[in-house]
């Protein structure tokens, strides 16, 4: 029989829609045990949380996040607010032993992180951070590649994640839809909220980041804020750029920005090893390009006439995640690595081996967007501190 799996959500945005969808699809797809029931949905404006909630079939709407979180009949707080809320909530989750999955990133910065860290470690609760991306089949089958020991020494890691829709000047910051450009709520600007899922990514193929230096810039100095209709100093990053040393000796760049015009999730990467390379763009989710360095296979015959890039479509049932889809050549979307990083996250549950990343992990990722910040702000490199 199945057991429940009961869900109180925080947040009805962006997404708080992709978590509830896996959600609900988890069942369809995933041979787990638990079945997730949508108990609650909680946000400030219960008109809005009541259409989020006709919509998804949540059970009833709340306006409290600690009424949900205290609730005797929730397993687990999902929190997708903005960036400001998730440690006070990740906090008293833990306190009153529900799982937690909290959005990324983790918190405003390391303090606050290591705390969140303590708390779920001392009350002993599942947790994971949805750095969604590494749920990406052509990503996981780059990590499988890397793990196989087929790119040899790496040398170089290239990361971007680019968009363009903050050019305007007339966008305002702040308030609904746009709290990602209030540097009070997010913390900081394309380096938490899009550089943490490339360095996410990056740790997690190619090992720790161990120095960073950055340069950031703000192209729009004020912009009005939505809530006070006053023009206010624009806090965030727009664009970011960092250098970084990997504890395996391989170097890194990584570029961030919302002011590419043309690109509007533009997130890609490459490492490229003594044996081979791999390169992963968002904008062809289902390929995966990998570079064989032929001549390195010891026993076969060498045709270097025939090297070249190979398009891998990552749509087999060898390929990570892709069995419990269709059938081969038919592709899955952006919405299917909500629903695998929930996969995971359930089979760690029930085979008590957790799923990464977990908060520990994630305050790995915060550590870099820390020193990243710091050192654009002293023009110096920084020791990130990063234990993986
Ligand atoms: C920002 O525009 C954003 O929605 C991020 O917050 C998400 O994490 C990213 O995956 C897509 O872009």
Redesign the pocket.
């Known amino acids: 029989m199945a057991k429940e799996l009961r869900i109180g959500m925080i947040g009805y945005g ?1 997404m708080g829609r992709t978590h509830s969808n896996a959600y609900k699809r988890l069942n369809d797809f995933f041979p787990v045990k638990h079945r997730p029931v949508l108990k609650a949905v909680c946000a400030r404006d219960p008109k809005k949380a009541q259409a989020f909630a006709d919509i998804w079939g949540y059970e009833r709407v709340e306006t409290d996040w600690r009424k949900v979180v205290n609730a005797p009949d929730i397993d687990l707080i999902d929190i997708g607010s903005p960036n400001d809320t998730h440690f006070e909530i990740a906090i008293a989750a833990a306190k009153a032993g529900k799982m937690v999955l909290c959005e ?1 990133p983790l918190a405003m910065d390391v303090k606050q992180a290591e705390l969140m860290v303590k708390a779920v470690e001392k009350a002993k609760v599942p947790n994971m951070v949805w750095f ?2 590494r749920r990406v089949p052509a990503i996981a089958l780059a990590k499988q590649i890397v793990d196989e020991g087929r790119i040899g020494r790496p040398f170089h890691y290239r990361a971007t994640y680019l ?1 363009d ?1 903050t050019i305007a000047e007339d966008v305002p910051q702040g308030g609904a839809g746009l709290w ?1 450009l209030d540097s009070k709520v997010a913390g900081s600007g394309v380096t938490g ?2 550089l943490a ?1 490339s360095i996410d990514t990056a740790m997690w193929i190619n090992g720790a980041i161990t120095r960073v230096v950055a340069k950031t810039e703000t192209f729009v100095k004020k912009r009005k804020h939505q809530v006070s209709g006053k023009m206010e100093s624009v806090g965030i990053d727009d664009a970011c750029m960092f250098l970084a040393e990997f504890a395996n000796g391989s170097m890194g760049t990584f570029e961030s920005t919302r002011y590419a015009r043309g690109r509007k ?1 533009f997130n890609t990467f490459e490492l490229n090893g003594a044996d081979g390379s791999v390169y992963f763009d968002l904008e062809e989710p289902e390929y995966l390009q990998y570079f064989e360095y032929m001549q390195k296979q010891s026993g076969k015959k060498i045709e270097s006439h025939l090297t070249g890039w190979r398009k891998i479509h990552t749509t087999n049932p060898e390929h990570p995640y892709m069995k419990h889809y269709w059938v081969p050549g038919t592709c899955i979307g952006y919405e299917h690595t909500f629903l695998n990083a929930l996969a995971d996250f359930v089979a760690g549950v029930e085979s008590g081996k957790p799923v990464q990343p977990d908060f520990r992990n994630a305050l790995q990722t915060q550590k870099v967007c820390d020193a990243v910040i710091k050192s654009a702000k002293t023009s110096k490199w920084v020791t990130t501190g990063v234990k993986l």
């Open positions: 962006f990324k969604n991306y968009q829709w990602r909220d899009l899922h999730n």
